[in-house]
């Protein structure tokens, strides 16, 4: 079979904040595409990522984990989750097998009680998992509410069950002629994933509540080519809520945005094969996350692309 034909269509990666959602998108695709860090809340927007494999084309949907919002960003978050749920071809419904369910899992459970959309149970982070009857127990919570197409238990670190996530998720696909380019891994602009990859860099030194207080703001973006390759100048503002916060961000002496420029810098020149020039400075904007217009402005730009003709 060519690669690219046969099925094609949309998945999208429903769970709660930390299951695990985006590294498993990176580990299906092989590549980079989302940030990931040990804090919830870290996927923000939907992440378009482009999966062409020999069965055809699925389009995955990594989304914010479900959370209960208390500001408009977190809002607009749960909007793009119930608008992706109303619009794909399947769910991928990820839990923790870690972790005991509780309130998180129940409000999961009901909420897809009303979507009539085929669903994939995926219990992830396998490799936390020593005990059978356990696993098993935290699976019948879900599946005695609602049924499912498949259980597949995986843990994307240690790529355990990947091959037959893939095999559940394209028998639920429809035939069809891939829906978009089959050269892309994914549609978000590398603008964006800049900024993304330089939020990560801070999510991995920072603690407590500064992770949901942090957004990354672009102020300039410069493409150069030259003898030795292309060269990015990138101007970014990580933008916190209170003077205490930038201190932190700031860190003593300078040393903690220091090393959050090293290392958001090495990260972006090997995944996007560039040298880069990096001048972050931090900036406080109370009330960031209820500004309609600032929030805007940290919308993802997605790459063109054009549906084929006849698709959606
Ligand atoms: N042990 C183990 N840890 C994992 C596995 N998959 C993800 N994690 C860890 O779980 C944490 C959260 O992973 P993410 O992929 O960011 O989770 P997410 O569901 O996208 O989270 P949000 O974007 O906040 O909704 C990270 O520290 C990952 O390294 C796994 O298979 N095994
Ligand atoms: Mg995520």
Redesign the pocket.
């Known amino acids: 079979m060519r690669a690219g034909m046969g099925r094609a269509g949309t998945v999208a990666?429903l769970?709660?904040?930390?299951?695990?959602?985006?590294?498993?998108?990176?580990?299906l695709i092989g590549e980079k595409v989302?940030?990931?860090?040990?804090?919830?809340?870290?996927?923000?927007h939907r992440i378009t990522a482009v999966w062409t494999v020999a069965e055809g084309q699925a389009v995955l949907f990594?989304?914010?984990?479900?959370?209960k919002p208390l500001h408009r960003m977190n809002v607009q978050m749960m909007h793009v989750v119930r608008d992706t749920l109303a619009e794909v071809d399947v769910v991928l419904q990820?839990f923790?097998a870690?972790v005991a369910t509780g309130g998180g899992e129940d409000y999961l459970a009901a909420l897809m009680q009303e979507v009539t959309t085929p669903a994939i149970l995926v219990p992830?982070?396998?490799?936390?998992v020593d005990d059978p009857d356990m696993l098993a127990r935290r699976i019948a919570f879900f599946t005695s509410r609602r049924s499912y197409a498949q259980v597949v238990p995986?843990?994307?670190?240690?790529r355990?069950g990947l091959e037959k996530l893939r095999a559940a998720i394209f028998a639920q696909l429809p035939e069809g002629e891939p829906l978009l380019d089959p050269s892309l891994t994914t549609t978000q602009s590398e603008r964006f994933f800049v900024a993304e990859l330089i939020r990560e860099a801070a999510l991995a030194r920072v603690g407590q509540e500064l992770p949901y207080a942090m957004a990354v703001h672009l102020r300039h973006f410069e493409e150069e080519e030259g003898g030795g390759g292309t060269l990015l100048r990138v101007f970014a503002d990580l933008v916190v809520e209170r003077d205490g916060q930038k201190s932190i961000l700031i860190g003593a002496g300078g040393k903690m945005i220091k090393a959050i420029g090293v290392a958001a810098r090495r990260r972006i020149e090997t995944l996007l094969g560039v040298r880069a020039w990096l001048d972050l400075r931090v900036k406080v904007r109370p009330g960031w996350r209820e500004q309609g217009h600032f929030l805007a402005e940290l919308e993802p730009l997605e790459v063109a692309w054009a549906p084929p003709e006849g698709k959606r």
């Open positions: 990666l769970g709660r904040p930390n299951v695990g959602k985006s590294t498993l998108v990176n580990a989302a940030i990931v860090s040990q804090r919830p809340q870290t996927t923000r990594d989304l914010p984990g479900v959370h990820l923790d870690a992830t982070k396998l490799d936390l995986v843990s994307a670190l240690r355990r």
